[in-house]
């Protein structure tokens, strides 16, 4: 297991064995079958590709009305609990009292990417956002602090952990493409990727 620096984002690669995956896409699964993956609508009233859940006492939501976290599942339940193998990663690689209160569920099929953006609508950007990928690798690329400028990009795979947080929290980064078929870890394919926030 290497750390690599990339633009103070902190990439343990490979940090996740194959069981301690398959683990994670069980419990996931769990979540999944009470809180299903739906298609946010961006504020401009395109739907993103990418499919969504979460779990915890906040979900992120997207629609015309724009960007925010929201206690209930858009079917009106609850979140379910953020399972316990996810949240000792959290713990693993922060090392913080604190923990968080949103895993937010992100769901890449072959096609689906995401835009550049920066996470910014948690209350204390002082909190780290900790990524996990699983699945089909994810060309994930990383900018600056203001928006444009040059990026790099690195393939992320499955059981890699990216910590975003210090002078990094609020640094632009996106996912150009899934490589399909990389893995074969998800029967059907495809990408997810858990981002664990602290929201309030
Ligand atoms: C995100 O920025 O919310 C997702 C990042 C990723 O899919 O790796
Ligand atoms: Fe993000």
Redesign the pocket.
Same mark, same amino acid.
């Given at each position: 297991m290497t750390v690599l620096r990339v633009r103070g984002f902190e990439i343990h690669k490979g940090l996740l064995d194959v069981s301690a995956q398959e683990a994670l896409v069980d419990a996931i699964r769990g979540v999944v079958s009470v809180a299903p993956l739906f298609q946010p609508d961006t504020p401009y009233g395109k739907p993103m590709s990418v499919r969504m859940s979460a779990a915890g006492t906040y979900g992120w939501f997207s629609d015309r009305k724009g960007y925010r976290y929201v206690r209930a599942h858009p079917n009106g339940r609850p979140w379910p609990a953020i399972p316990d193998n996810v949240l000792a990663i959290w713990d693993q690689v922060t090392g913080l009292e604190r923990r968080p209160e949103c895993c $937010?569920i !992100?769901y890449y099929s072959d096609g689906a990417r995401?835009g550049l =953006?920066q996470?910014r609508d948690e209350a204390d950007f002082k909190w780290p956002v900790v @990524?996990v @990928?699983l699945g089909d690798e994810?060309l994930?690329r990383i900018g600056n602090t203001t928006k444009g400028g040059k990026t790099e990009s690195i393939w $992320?795979q499955s059981g890699d952990v990216v910590v975003m947080g210090g002078a990094a929290r609020l640094t632009y =980064?996106?996912?150009d493409r899934i490589k399909a078929g990389s893995s074969t870890l998800l029967p059907k394919g495809g990408r997810i !990727?858990l981002?664990l926030r602290v929201v309030e």
């Open positions: $937010l !992100n995401m =953006h996470d @990524s @990928s994810g994930f $992320l =980064h996106g996912v !990727n981002t």
